[in-house]
């Protein structure tokens, strides 16, 4: 209109001029310069107006009286008392979204590039009740005002199950998670920061943490109740998003984000020139929080990069209650409550005055003559204090013979201390001369006996302390510790350390030892992922030379040898035998037996049969193992589990074999079983073998159920 203006006024100048001869040539000089002055503003103005158009900057102290600026639906509202934009409140499966109303120009039209943006806000979310919150809110940017269609609970009010992943969906979000992220891993956990693209599977997750200093991280919970602001910044000409999360009481925006990446497929996203940016957030099912935004700032430009307003919080409306208000009681209920809180405090009193006393008592020892002259004895007082007092929290396995606590001796460091209660079917002479010959072994592949300790009714064990806990817990646990699956390598190295101490039990020690309960469980791996063989409570001791006495049977469903249930007399061929299923266990990732008579060297031995023997092989291993060491493995496990003792390799054999010095032989067929003897096997280990002592143990899990067998009788 102002150009139209000028030119119109020039040709009423001009019509001015050729109808009034009289006008001097000084007037219309004048004339002329004022219009073309008068239309260089309007160039320089329609210049700034077109730039204004790229821009868009909006700070929101609060959101009381801006209703018409912010569109909000289902759950989510502007709360007229304290001027709070709360998207969800406590409720069950709600969804609730709260978007700026004007769309924002994040493409440039002359370039086609996105444009850089900046923002920042204030939330805070308050969960139903501790440990109980759920499920979060997202930043978004979208084509739309809303989100319609979108799911509560995982789905966070932005997506659903139908179109979740679609390219079409055209939306970015930063989430707040504060329970298990979207098809998560069962060993991931909530309280966590991602980016999603068209997918509520994050392409980038980071714990929410917050850069203390350069080289020290702190983390919070986002579910705290308190508030905590968040900054987004966005860097069009490098693709680049910073995101910083914090406590505001902290009184800083730290200087390194939580999150620094390149978002190139974020082009891919935001198609059009123009897109809605808001929040959008969710509850699930007993799983709720209520979620608040205190404040909001955004800035947007195609020029030069944006700087969203930091957000002041003493400006802000106060924080919403962290707890619900509670009803004062009447003055007679005061009363009485005060009178029971004395008593109440009088009997601790007593409690604590009688609980000191006691401990004290139980801290002492008298040392009897006898036990002086047996070595790697500790004193009780000392691995009390190093057990935190035998603190149940420091319990780190258990089994039908005890329990293991987790120590620290200033002597030795990190231990972990058995405390086993004597039972009356072995002498207490008889123990400890047990505690002396294997405290006597030492092997790189065998569990290491520190010492021991005797004190009124028990006997403490005290061994290295093994971080990585059990074979069985790293192959079956779930979630695993340390989340992934044995590489094939490390389970190669395993069997191979397994293998060298028992060899070195059988041939290589002074006396011939017997474990008789070799199994995954009692199998320690270490920090180097080292296989450390450990529970020797049912172990025997012989003379070379010499046959065993014991008769008794015992050891773990799935690995006994099946002359065990005739005769009961373990043997080298027997631990042999166990190794053998041990073998197969670690190779194929299943358990040796179940309740349906399920045995896995038969299984393992119909795939052999039938040509294919590396079917058996763990699946979850994928195809990343090495194929010409899993078929030796599975063949020297078949032929270690032979029915015939006689029919079974040294573990010196063994060795040679997994490490390729010596050929295999050829395996029979069956095993050495007949289809009537492999039924009658089954049948006689069901019956003989009690639950008790076939049960799998725990971590550092040391039986002591022996027979009566003693040491003059070749232990």
Known sequence: MLLKFAYALKRSLTSYHHQSQ??????????????????FLLFLSSNVLADASTTTKFTFLGFRGNQTEI??????????????????????????????????????????????????????????????????????????????GAESAQYLGLLNRSNNGNSSNHVFAVEFDTVQGFKDGDDRRGNHVGLDFNN????????????????????????????????LDYDGPTDSLNVTVYPTRIGFKPETPMISRQVLNLSQIVTKEEVYVGFTSATGKGQSSAHYVMGWSFASSCGESPVSSWLNVSLL??????????????SPVVALIASLSIVTLFLLALLFVFVMYKRRIEEGEALEDW????????????????????KESEIIGSGGFGVVYRGNLPSLGPVAVKKITQTSQQGFREFVAEIESLGRLSHKNLVNLQGWCKHKKDLLLVYDYIPNGSLDSLLCAKPRRNGVVLTWEERFE??????????????????????????????????????KLGDFGLARLYERGTLTQTTKVVGTLGYMAPELTRNGKGSTASDVFAFGVLL??????????????????????????????????DQKLGSSFNGREAKLALVVGLLCCHQKPTARPTMRKVIRYLNGDEDLPEIDGNLGFSDSSRDHLRANVVCNVSSDIASSSTTFSFSTEVSTGSLGNGR
Request: with cysteine; glycine share 6%; charged share 25%.
């Open 22 to 39: 009289e006008s001097s040539r000084f007037s219309m000089g004048i004339a002329r310069r004022s219009i073309e002055t008068l239309m």
């Open 584 to 617: 197969l266990e670690i190779v194929c990732g299943r358990r040796p037996t179940n309740t349906e008579n399920f045995f896995l060297a038969d299984w393992v031995m119909d795939f052999h049969t039938n040509g294919g023997v590396l079917r058996a092989v």
């Open 494 to 531: 395993i069997i191979k350390g397994v293998a060298s101490g028992l060899l070195y039990l059988h041939e290589e020690w002074e006396q011939v030892v017997i474990h008789r309960d070799v199994k995954a469980s009692n199998v320690l791996v270490d920090a180097e992922m080292n296989a």
């Open 71 to 148: 569109q909000t639906e289902q759950a989510a509202t502007i709360q007229e008392t304290d001027g709070l934009l709360r998207l969800t409140n406590r409720d069950h499966n709600v969804t609730g979204t709260a978007f700026y109303r004007k769309p924002i120009r994040l493409r440039d039209g002359s370039s086609n590039k996105l444009c850089s943006f900046s923002t920042s806000f204030v939330f805070v979310i308050i969960p139903s009740s501790p440990g109980n919150g759920g499920f979060g809110f997202t930043f978004t940017l979208s084509p739309t005002p809303n989100r319609p």
């Open 200 to 231: 509520l599977s994050s392409a980038v997750q980071e714990p929410v943490i917050y850069h203390d200093t350069d080289d020290r991280k702190e983390d919070f919970q986002l579910e705290s109740g308190e508030p905590i602001q968040a900054h």
């Open 317 to 330: 409306p106060r924080s919403p209650p962290n707890v619900s208000s509670k009803k004062g009681y009447d």
């Open 371 to 390: 036990e002086i002259d047996y070595p790697h004895r500790f004193n009780y007082k000392d691995l009390y204090l190093a057990t935190k007092r035998f």
